[in-house]
């Protein structure tokens, strides 16, 4: 099994920063693609950015400019770095991970983390 552990969530006002984290543990024997999601109040979680073990990075077009997504490897740990934080940014933040346990590739979540930006 695979548990994730976020942290860094909270308040902040338009245009501050946050910094996630999410500390991956378990019978990991890789893991290949780490990503940060979110989902809003009465809106479909959609993806924000995420990191293949290559280096290559992928982010919402809504994100661009403004959100940094790094892993550290050894640590089985993703940041998130966000800055210029607008209200529309509310919402769970959620890390996903694609590790291989054994022979099989698994999906894995963390609990989620509140981002709550005020105006």
């Known amino acids: 099994q695979v548990q994730l552990v976020e942290s860094g969530g909270g308040l902040v006002q338009v245009g501050g920063s946050l910094s996630l984290s999410c500390v991956a543990s378990?019978?990991?024997?890789?893991?290949?693609?780490m990503g940060w999601y979110r989902q809003a109040p009465g809106k479909q979680r959609e993806l924000v950015a995420h990191s293949t073990r290559g280096g290559n990075t992928n982010y919402a077009d809504s994100v661009k400019g403004r959100f940094t997504i790094s892993r550290d490897n050894a640590k089985n740990t993703v940041y998130l770095q966000m800055n210029s934080l607008e209200p529309e940014d509310t919402a769970v933040y959620y890390c996903n991970i694609n590790a291989l346990i054994g022979t099989i590739v698994t999906s894995n979540w963390g609990q989620g983390t509140q981002v709550t930006v005020s105006s």
């Open positions: 378990g019978s990991i024997l890789s893991i290949n693609t």
